[in-house]
């Protein structure tokens, strides 16, 4: 198991950046795919950005070219860089873990980008 805090969450006007951090509870060296996730008000959930253990990494189009997702294996670290926010990137952002067939989630920070 492992337990995940997101932090960096906040206000910010459109056009502006943020850095999102998933703290996890144990060492992520092993775990196969570390991942962010958004959920807008009365949609569903939906993967932004995750990076494998080797470090392969992929995007949603909606956030291609804006936002990069890192992992910090010392650290037992993830992070997401978002630059050039929209107002419809305004969601809570949830770090996953995926590890051995297993989901783990943490409980999600809030981003709001003004217009």
């Known amino acids: 198991q492992v337990q995940l805090v997101e932090s960096g969450g906040g206000l910010v006007q459109a056009g502006g950046s943020l850095r999102l951090s998933c703290a996890a509870s144990r060492n992520i060296f092993s775990i196969n795919v570390m991942g962010w996730y958004r959920q807008a008000p009365e949609k569903q959930r939906e993967l932004v950005a995750r990076i494998t253990s080797g470090g392969r990494v992929n995007y949603a189009d909606s956030v291609q070219g804006r936002f990069t997702i890192s992992r910090d294996n010392a650290k037992n670290a993830a992070y997401l860089q978002m630059n050039s926010l929209k107002p419809e990137d305004t969601a809570v952002y949830y770090c996953?873990?995926?590890?051995?067939?297993?989901?783990?989630w943490g409980k999600g920070t809030l981003v709001t980008v003004s217009s």
């Open positions: 996953n873990a995926f590890d051995h067939g297993m989901d783990f």
